[in-house]
């Protein structure tokens, strides 16, 4: 039924909501991401530990290509 002045919409329930707010969160996480990988393509550190200045290796940046450090300087499971 379409919502109108008589029938309100129905409210979203509280989990639905949730769930709706960190799959938001995680694509604002995601966009993020990207943002600073395309910065680091623009000023040429793409593809570099942004601790040590080492380079990623292919395989991790074909895996994730938004990764900023090397394996020696990631934190475990990330």
Same mark, same amino acid.
């Given at each position: 039924?379409?919502?109108t ?23 604002e996480?995601?966009l993020?991401?990207?943002?600073? $990988?395309?910065?680091?393509? &623009? ?11 080492? $380079?990623?290796? &292919?395989?991790d @940046?074909?895996? &994730?290509p @938004?990764l900023?450090?090397? $394996? ?7």
């Open positions: 039924m379409p919502v002045k008589e029938r309100p919409a129905e409210p979203v329930p509280v989990p639905e909501i949730e769930e709706q707010r960190m799959l938001l969160q995680a694509a996480r995601l993020d991401g990207v943002d600073r $990988a395309l910065a680091r393509l &623009d000023d040429g550190t793409y593809g570099t530990c942004e601790v040590c200045g080492g $380079a990623l290796d &292919d395989g @940046l074909e895996e &994730d @938004l900023t450090r090397c $394996a020696a300087h990631r934190s475990p499971g990330a």
